[in-house]
């Protein structure tokens, strides 16, 4: 079965930084599209940041030039370094992998940015 499991949420003070990791287990297919989403309250999931196996990456319009995604396939996890974070980010963060069957997530992880 495979599981995620998500790391570096916390709280941090506007104009901080914050790295969360995503670590993959129990994957028997290869794991192909990786990246991250965020749910604020009352608010629709979205994308955050997406990585290919073969490294491209692609942002969502608020995260580019703040946000840097990267991945390790040998370790299969997935990062998410934040920088310069605002109120605005928020939410809690889900890291997802894709296999051949299936889209996987985590549980989610609390970001809280002060202002």
């Known amino acids: 079965q495979v599981q995620l499991a998500e790391s570096g949420g916390g709280s941090v003070q506007a104009g901080g930084s914050l790295r969360l990791s995503c670590v993959v287990s129990?994957?028997?297919?290869?794991?192909?599209?990786m990246g991250w989403y965020r749910q604020a309250p009352g608010k629709q999931r979205e994308l955050v940041a997406s990585?290919?196996?073969?490294?491209?990456?692609n942002y969502a319009d608020s995260s580019k030039g703040r946000f840097t995604i990267s991945r390790d396939n040998a370790k299969n996890t997935v990062d998410l370094q934040m920088n310069s974070l605002s109120a605005e980010d928020t939410a809690v963060y889900f890291c997802y992998a894709v296999t051949t069957l299936k889209v996987h997530w985590g549980q989610g992880t609390q970001v809280t940015v002060s202002s």
């Open positions: 129990g994957a028997k297919l290869r794991i192909n599209g």
């Open positions: 990585i290919t196996n073969g490294g491209s990456t």
